[in-house]
């Protein structure tokens, strides 16, 4: 399966360029070569550098190759898998492992010495694949309500707090509005951002086993409906025309959405760039409570490495707690590992005021159900949702 993906991305020199980087020597003047892949935005980088750095001055029998893909990611790895060519660390996530994971190309790492009680539960389940665990996580991502606070003010509307429901947050978002020049709550059409909305009433587009697309279901669809007419019959959430070339979260930072549905991932830049005053909620109740989707990334090994024994080394080394907090410390992600997600460089007194929020969310959340050809199915739910969104 993944020699028939590659074969379709042979295409940019850069790519074979990569491969043939990589397929160096396993020995470098005397020391064992790690070979580790991983994506990363550069402030990401600069954090993951000196940790690198740190781990080859405590084992100075080993050399970390580090291959830094920021973009295209999955599309190389899949090139150096089919090549032969794989590194021996990779990180990944859990809306790609089942593809690698049931190819047969990732260790499993259900036995290995990583202990399960440092973690989430559900961030393990979410990089397991039938009962096997094949990364050792890093991070989990889930969504939250970003909502700006000096909107709230001048509107007198109330804050979002825990357990409101789905027709509060429609009265507030209808409260909250002013088209064109605010809207209550952002609209976004990837499945990301509308499957909370489906899963909050009971349904989504994956069944828990995989066998069957639900997302004729009558929960979700109610699901799916309430979202489309959040734009469509409220226009509480901005037309395509209306936010034309500008991102949720550029019109979040200019003053023109009220609430934004988004992950973790935008802190940093909330911090660095809003002009205005700003806190986190959790996503509203449906009829099956709040539920938003989980997703992780963590470590995986390729099971044709020759340093299984010290790919896992490096691997418990990066999942440290030292290590995980430096990693924390930017705001860019969520720890998998619960000591560093309850440390001080988790829930500190930076904005959000209310980080914990992303803690908590974890207890309600449900790991995405992800098959095989998820990339199809995210495809075809693109095209069936076109129409219904626009």
Known sequence: MLKKIAAGLIIAGSILLCINAFSNTDQTGGKTVIKFASWGSKSEIDILKPILTEFEKENPELKIEFMHIPQNYFQKIHLLFASNTAPDVIFINNLYLP???????????SNSEIAHGEYYEKALNALSWKGKLYAVPRDVSNLVIYYNKDIFDEAKVQYPKNGWTFDEFLQTARALTKSP????????????FYLPY???????VLSDDLSENITDTKESQKGLNFYSDLRKKYHVAPLKSESAS????????QGRLAMHLSGRWLVPKYREEAKFDWDIAPFPKGAAGSVVPLDASGWAISKSSKHK????????????????EKMTQSGLIVPARIDAANSEYFLDNKKPEHAKVFLDVIQTSKPTPVSVNYNEITDKMKAYTEKLFN
């Not at 593809?99 to 790492?109: F, I, K």
């Not at 500008?246 to 930072?253: C, D, H, K, R, V």
């Open 181 to 192: 020049q605010i809207f209550g709550i952002s609209f976004e059409e990837d499945l990301l």
């Open 198 to 204: 489906l899963m909050s009433e009971g349904g989504g």
């Open 246 to 253: 500008a991102t949720m979260a550029q019109m979040f930072l």
């Open 99 to 109: 593809v690698y994971a049931n190819a047969g190309v990732l260790e499993d790492l």
């Open 309 to 324: 024994k010290e790919a896992l080394l490096f691997i418990k080394y990066l999942s440290s707690k030292e290590n995980i």
